[in-house]
């Protein structure tokens, strides 16, 4: 079955600056990557996605990219703010899965 | 639109009785995914229903636990005679197509065996 590693567990950055995440994964034939948030006492909200036959995609401040050579994935946040404290959860949809394999996920801490 | 609806949110249960969790999708969604999560852990993929069937169960436990999406009504993960390591927080979340993408979540169910 799938496997994803996530790094770090613990990432502390200071507010203004970038963070990012990084993930990889054990199943080639894995196509769907999603990235959620999950605040303390609440579910995960997904806040990006990218399927296998894209290298890269944006939304705002938010962005991933992927490389299915390597298989890896990154989150990468630019311009943090206090409320992008939270755990960051990567996954990926495995080939013919149909549950998402779930990284061990990130602490995120927005240092003031 | 309301989001995928998850209750109880905390369920206190001694050991050896049942546990009954209930998940409501989201409007037009039929299809329904549970994980657990356990402390400081990701989130693990335990059944994958749509209305009336089972369709992917490999995750979950073989006994005690059972799942069911009837064809009226929320969803319904159950644990029979709960032990303590069944404590944990019992996500579900729903996808408006089959094949896993886009999974919405609940807010989950944090179950506690005493």
């Known amino acids: 079955g799938e496997n994803v590693e996530q790094h770090p567990s613990t990432l502390s950055v200071q507010e203004g600056d970038s963070a990012v995440i990084k993930c990889t994964y054990s199943d080639s034939a894995s196509n769907y990557f999603p990235w959620y948030k999950q605040e303390l006492g609440k579910g995960p909200q997904l806040i990006i996605d990218?399927?296998?036959?894209?290298g890269e995609k944006k939304d705002q401040r938010i962005a991933v990219t992927l490389n299915k050579t390597a298989k890896h994935f990154s989150l990468h946040i630019t311009e943090t703010q206090p409320e992008d404290s939270a755990v960051y959860f990567c996954a990926a949809l495995g080939g013919g899965a149909d549950g998402l394999t779930f990284g061990k996920g990130t602490h995120l801490i927005i240092q003031p | 639109n309301a989001g995928v609806m998850q209750n109880p949110r905390h369920l206190v249960r001694r050991r050896g009785q049942e546990a009954r969790l209930r998940c409501s999708p989201m409007?037009?969604?039929?299809?329904v995914y549970w994980y657990r999560q356990l402390p400081e852990e990701g989130l693990k993929f335990m059944v994958y229903l749509q209305k009336e069937n089972i369709i992917d169960e490999s995750g979950m436990p073989k006994e005690r636990f059972s799942a069911e999406f009837p064809k009226e009504g929320p969803s319904i993960l159950r644990i029979q005679q709960v032990v303590r390591g069944d404590s944990a927080a019992y996500f579900c979340?729903?996808?408006?197509?089959?094949?896993?993408?886009?999974?919405?979540f609940g807010a989950g169910t944090r179950l506690s065996v005493l």
């Open positions: 979340a729903s996808s408006p197509s089959e094949g896993g993408i886009i999974q919405y």
């Open positions: 990218i399927r296998s036959n894209v």
């Open positions: 409007k037009g969604h039929s299809h």
